[in-house]
């Protein structure tokens, strides 16, 4: 069959290396935004508000497609019922597809309230304009995609969302271009529209490869053994019942970057109004620090989570499988290496993010360079986002698809009401803390549930103290070593990029002393044998 199944790592490690490539091309186009002059901060606070928007609509309407479907598909594929998964996939079609039908339209024809109304910064609502059909199109390829990644096949996935961020690269830079001359918030638009662009374009790739390979799907279909079929409207409430609790958790995620666009604007408003400055500079001021927030310091911690994205994805439809065949060991095992390789891609970005803050923002927004303590304040999310991204797609395949969302939905009204009060009072730097917090709370909550729900214990010497040690001792390698690069006169690109290779080799040789990886573990890394025949182990 041309859909082909991969094994878990290989899954894994397809997702991670398209995750990579997708990240670098976001960096590209988001980095040659925000030093256009024209743009810079408050078009990013126009781009970053409208996009929270659409995400928290999109999370509604769509986020639990992908998980449900796979989940649904995994368990049918596993008894070997592929009619019966065939059939999950065109009923989700048709009920997922006229629900972001819907969400779509109102988030066009509602743009303008939601502008005024609820975010009170009317310079966003061409951009959720330009953003809304987007929703139908990334509903469309949800559908596909879950019904692929149920069928042990990643890789497809990985290549829509390439096409897609490429495409998106292209035309946000061209459509930016093109607008130069005209306000932040047009060029803002521009640059959404080109979302639409590209995610219409992932699905037509997803649709091609899916009419390619149709004959072949059938003839397994057809050679697989009758099972009793469910009717279509049993299906769909099962889809539905299945997608809210896990949209659920992506909705309340969103809800907290929706959070922030609503409390950091309006609140840094009345900072400003209660430190002697005028409306409109107050308003200025605070988009000028929200597009930090969400056009520099966002993008940048976005990296270790899109890398680790992996993981989520990969973990569901393997532990359900594991779970529908009665291997709690298989799974119990699964999650906790997925854990210990999420903590040593978390650790060393939280550190490396601290210790050169100023010099990353010096090297990718030479200009528009303010801002980096809000990086180092910040930095420390990265290992509860992480993980918690882990944890989540171990409590899905599970059954416990409502405790994320529970336990995000804590973190967020802490946020929430923490950024009230204190932002008005303090400025820009809560809305730093007060992510953490979120985070930490999200991750310790649904920790504690997924190990109870095991009945194992949290390997907590392997998945935070022994990457933890290598880190620190890391941060201090880099620390030192761009003092050093920068005192012999290297400028300061050149001296990131050496002390961040430093810091690499010096967390790398780290691992290995703390043995934080067995040699079963470390064979199951790209080049895993050539690695154990090196280090003669």
Known sequence: MAIKKQSFMKGVFVIMGSQILI???????????????QFADVGN???????????????????????TISKLVSEKITVGDRKGAHKIFKTAFLVFVSIATAFALALFFGAGFIANNILHNPGVQ????????????VSMSAVLRGYFIGMGNVSEYSKAQIIEQIINC??????VVMLLGTTPEIMAAGSTL???VATSSAFLYLVMYYKKNRNEIWSEINKAKDFAQDSRKKIAKKLISYALPISFGSVVSALAGLIDVVTVVSGLTAYGLANGMSQEASLLMANEKYGILSGKVDILLAVPLSINVAFSVALVPFISSAIARHRKDEAVSKIKYSLKISSLIA????VGFFVLANQIFQMLF???????????????????SVVSQTITG?????????????ALLVGAILKYILNVIFIPIFGEAVPAITSIIYSATACIISATVLYRTLKEKMPLKEVIIKPLIASVVMGLAVFGAYKLFALIGLGNTIATILSIGVGVIVYFIGVILLRVLDKEEIQQLPYGNKICKMLKI
């Open 45 to 67: 606070s126009y781009y970053g508000s409208g996009y929270q928007v659409y995400t928290f609509i999109l999370a509604i309407a769509t986020m639990g497609i992908p998980n």
């Open 347 to 350: 650790m060393p970005c939280a």
């Open 126 to 137: 061409y951009t959720l304009m330009s953003l809304s059909p987007a929703i139908i199109f």
């Open 394 to 406: 171990a409590l899905q395949g599970v059954g416990k698809l409502a405790v994320p969302g529970i």
């Open 170 to 175: 292209v035309f946000s830079i061209i459509f």
């Open 366 to 384: 030479p200009n528009a360079p303010e801002g980096a303590y809000l990086l180092q304040i910040q930095s420390f999310l990265v290992f509860f």
């Open 194 to 196: 080109a979302t639409t």
């Open 23 to 37: 990240k670098i091309l976001g960096f590209i186009y988001r980095i040659i935004q925000t030093n256009f002059p």
